[in-house]
């Protein structure tokens, strides 16, 4: 058999992504996939919202005052409601390849990404309004951090084989 290129890169790559550590590079790249997915989302939120809030914000001054300047809050979670199905489909499928309803397997996933929502909220909150980031660079940070948190809740919560 003559020597083929693509067929060692081929090997290679079913290696890397089947072999030892071959759930944590999945979980990495489908990670990493997730987040830009939901960082491109956010970034489209807030260039669509931007100019309702701005409004509700001049005629309803008393209530929407605050939230007004800071609606990317508002927008994260609505990002994440948006987010979380897409994640555990990635997750399901390509990082863990786990059997079982999918349905519950989400709301599953929403069980484990509620903490984490938590924890990426308080640290855009405090990025922003307490550091003074911008609301983009704020949630990558806070995106980055949070997705240090979220392999254990998966591995051993939302996709546990039981």
């Known amino acids: 058999m003559p020597y083929n290129s693509s067929m060692v890169v081929r ?3 079913d290696k890397l992504f089947n ?21 491109g989302l956010f970034a489209l939120g807030l260039w669509l ?7 509700l914000a001049d005629a309803y001054s008393q209530i929407f005052a605050w939230f007004g300047t800071r609606f990317y809050l508002i ?6 409601v948006i987010s979380v199905p897409i994640g555990a489909f990635t997750m399901k499928y390509f990082a863990f390849r786990v059997e079982g309803s999918y349905i519950r397997q989400t709301i599953r ?3 484990v990404y509620f903490p984490t929502q938590m924890l990426t909220f308080g640290l855009l909150f405090s990025f922003t309004v307490l550091l003074g980031f911008r609301p983009l660079l704020g ?13 254990l809740g998966h591995k051993y919560f939302t996709f546990k084989q039981v």
Do not use: D
Request: aromatic share 22%; net charge positive; glycine share 10%.
């Open 75 to 80: 927008v994260q979670w609505l990002v994440w």
């Open 139 to 151: 949630q990558f940070l806070s995106l980055v951090i949070a997705g240090i948190f979220s392999y």
């Open 19 to 39: 072999g030892t550590h071959g759930e944590k590079l999945r979980f990495f790249v489908a990670g990493c996939f997730n987040a830009a997915v939901a960082y």
């Open 11 to 13: 090997a290679f790559i």
């Open 109 to 111: 996933a929403y069980g």
């Open 49 to 55: 919202l931007a100019p309702p809030f701005a409004v």
